[in-house]
């Protein structure tokens, strides 16, 4: 895996990009009219519409039937505390001042980005959710990067990430590398298939050695996705191994919530190595064979110690 090298930022003047307030007003595009009248059909309300000032696209403002719009089918699933929290926020100010995204798919709404408000809204048993309504269906998928309302943890980006790949292989045969910004990381990928296979796993513990080893894959996503079922075998294979030599640990006193990510640091063949691409397979194969000669009785309460450092587990 070749290092990239960190993409330096343009400077540009104060106010020089994107459109002036007064180009906002442009006039409505084809595909925006078509999207105002399929609003108005379906029971909502167009409000407005606008050229968004950085990319000049068409956009409306609309009242949507609230009972017309869903997340994602691949979200993750709402934050009962998260929601509770807005839904006493709404009540306190009285008003919703945080419209979600929504894209038209058939004849309902989906919302990448607003799940949290859209759920705290029903509970309160509001009518209307304000939307910002983007006429390109390909928002849907830019998710990880639209979804800042409640930070993702390991867990939920992965899962999301896996369900999103699945869902565009249905409809594209494109490579899955063409798709690295809606993935952001191609370990999620196999990591999201990990979680379905075993939700309590602690992916924190291997994040590092596969942003190392796990790239994109140069095919389409169909067979990519056999790929990412094969890369998340070996994983859980390995992660068999790190599971007993724990529970070994534990037998003989060591008390720790690094305890698993120690493990997998100890077992990791390219942990001090200074290479910038590696084989997989060859690095599953060492890991298992390193795992295989594990000697417990060598391992002091102090070494673990002074190896914890990062979060115990994916909820951080």
């Known amino acids: 895996m070749a290092t990239k090298k960190p993409v330096r930022r343009k400077k540009v003047a104060p106010a020089s990009a994107g459109l002036s307030p007064a180009e906002t007003l442009g006039s409505r595009s084809p595909d925006v009219d078509r999207l105002a009248n399929h609003v108005e059909t379906d029971g909502g309300a167009v409000l407005g519409s606008y050229l968004d000032p950085v990319g000049g696209r068409g956009l409306l403002l609309a009242a949507l039937p609230i009972d017309k719009v869903d997340p994602t089918p691949y979200q993750r699933d709402p934050s009962e505390a998260h929601v509770k929290r807005l839904m006493t926020v709404i009540e306190k100010v009285g008003r919703f001042l945080d419209p979600i995204i929504a894209i038209r798919h058939d004849d309902r709404y989906w919302t990448p980005n607003g799940n949290h408000r859209l759920q705290a809204l029903r509970r309160l048993g509001i009518k209307t959710v304000?939307?910002?309504?983007?006429?390109?269906?390909?928002?849907?998928?830019?998710?990880?990067?639209?979804?800042?309302?409640?930070?993702?943890?390991?867990?939920e980006k992965s899962l999301e990430t896996i369900r999103m790949a699945r869902a565009l292989a249905e409809s594209s045969n494109m490579?899955?590398?063409?798709?690295a910004f809606e993935f952001e990381q191609a370990p999620f990928l196999t990591l999201g298939i990990c979680y379905e296979h075993r939700p309590r796993m602690s992916g924190g513990a291997y994040q590092s050695l596969l942003k190392r080893i796990d790239e994109f894959v140069e095919r389409p996503l169909s067979q990519?996705?056999?790929?990412?079922?094969?890369?998340?075998?070996?994983?859980?294979?390995?992660?068999?191994?790190?599971?007993d030599i724990v529970e070994r640990l534990k037998r003989k006193g060591l008390t720790s919530p690094y305890l698993r990510a120690f493990v997998v640091a100890r077992i990791n063949p390219i942990r001090f190595s200074k290479a910038t691409s590696f084989d997989f397979n060859e690095v599953m194969d060492k890991m298992k064979a390193a795992a295989a000669k594990f000697n417990v009785d060598k391992i002091r309460q102090e070494d673990?110690?002074?190896?914890?450092?990062?979060p115990p587990d994916d909820e951080s």
């Open 130 to 155: 304000i939307s910002l309504v983007v006429p390109e269906a390909e928002v849907a998928f830019k998710i990880l990067a639209l979804n800042t309302e409640k930070a993702h943890n390991l867990r």
């Open 175 to 179: 490579n899955e590398a063409a798709y």
């Open 224 to 243: 990519a996705l056999k790929e990412r079922e094969r890369r998340a075998a070996r994983i859980l294979e390995v992660d068999d191994r790190v599971a």
């Open 304 to 310: 673990v110690a002074r190896a914890a450092g990062g």
